[in-house]
T-cell receptor, first 117, second 115 residues
Framework: AQKVTQAQTEISVVEKEDVTLDCVYE???????LFWYKQPPSGELVFLIR??????QNEISGRYSWNFQKSTSSFNFTITASQVVDSAVYFC??????????????FGTGTQLKVEL | DAGVTQSPTHLIKTRGQQVTLRCSPK?????VSWYQQALGQGPQFIFQ???????QRGNFPDRFSGHQFPNYSSELNVNALLLGDSALYLC??????????????FGPGTRLTVL
C-alpha cells in the first residue's frame, strides 16, 4: 500500500526566512508521480508542483524548489524568502495509477506553515 | 477559464439524513474524483468517475455513491448520515488519460456538518 509521511505537524518562521517541508513516501511502483499542494484557510487545495520518479534532477521555480531523492524516498519542498501569504497547510501526495487509466492521490497529514512578520 | 466549482459551500444536516454534493470540472477535463478531508487530516480518496462510470473506489461504505453526467459534472451522495461524516468534501478534476501522470485540480470544497 502507498503511504506518505509528513513528520512536521507545524512550522513557524519569520518572514524572509527559508523553510523546508519534509515528505517521505512508500510505494511498490517503479514509476510514480509526487505532488505538493497548498491549502490556505479558504480550504481549496492548490497544485504547486509535480515530479516523476525517473527524473531526480532538482529544480527551482521562483521561490519554490524541491529535492527529490529516490534512494531515501524523500521529496522535500523549500520556500525561499518566505512571505506571510505562504501561511497555509502544505500536503505532499503520491499518485497511484489505475489499470486502464486514471489515478488517485494518497496524501500525507500535512504541515501547517505559519509565517510571521 | 473556470476552475473546478462545487456547491453548496456549506451544509448542515442531522444524523440519518441524506445529502447531495455537486461538482463541475475544469474546462477540458473529463474525470472527476471525490475526496473526504476530516479536520486535521489529509484528503482521503472516495471514488473516481470517468465516462459516467465509477472507475475506482476507495475504502468507503456503500452509503457513499456518485454519479457523473454527460457534461462531465458529478454528484456525491451520502445516505444515512453519521456524525463521523462531518468533513470537507473535495472534488478534483483531471484529464483522465495519463494514469499516474494526471494532475488533479481541486475545487473549494463543501463543508458538511452532521448534527
Amino acid at each position: 500500500a502507498q503511504k506518505v509521511t509528513q513528520a512536521q505537524t507545524e512550522i513557524s518562521v519569520v518572514e524572509k526566512e527559508d523553510v523546508t517541508l519534509d515528505c517521505v513516501y512508500e510505494t511498490r511502483d517503479t514509476t510514480y508521480y509526487l505532488f505538493w499542494y497548498k491549502q490556505p484557510p479558504s480550504g481549496e487545495l492548490v497544485f504547486l508542483i509535480r515530479r516523476n520518479s525517473f527524473d531526480e534532477q532538482n529544480e527551482i521555480s521562483g521561490r519554490y524548489s524541491w529535492n527529490f531523492q529516490k534512494s531515501t524516498s524523500s521529496f522535500n519542498f523549500t520556500i525561499t524568502a518566505s512571505q506571510v501569504v505562504d501561511s497555509a497547510v502544505y500536503f505532499c501526495a503520491l499518485s497511484e495509477a489505475f489499470t486502464g487509466g486514471g489515478n488517485k492521490l494518497t496524501f500525507g497529514t500535512g504541515t501547517q506553515l505559519k509565517v510571521e512578520l | 477559464d473556470a476552475g473546478v466549482t462545487q456547491s453548496p459551500t456549506h451544509l448542515i444536516k442531522t444524523r440519518g439524513q441524506q445529502v447531495t454534493l455537486r461538482c463541475s470540472p475544469k474546462s477540458g477535463h473529463d474525470t472527476v474524483s471525490w475526496y473526504q478531508q476530516a479536520l486535521g487530516q489529509g484528503p482521503q480518496f472516495i471514488f473516481q468517475y470517468y465516462e459516467e462510470e465509477e472507475r475506482q473506489r476507495g475504502n468507503f461504505p456503500d452509503r457513499f455513491s456518485g454519479h457523473q453526467f454527460p457534461n462531465y459534472s458529478s454528484e456525491l451522495n451520502v445516505n444515512a448520515l453519521l456524525l463521523g461524516d462531518s468533513a470537507l468534501y473535495l472534488c478534483a478534476s483531471s484529464s483522465g488519460f495519463g494514469g499516474s501522470t494526471d494532475t488533479q485540480y481541486f475545487g473549494p470544497g463543501t463543508r458538511l456538518t452532521v448534527l
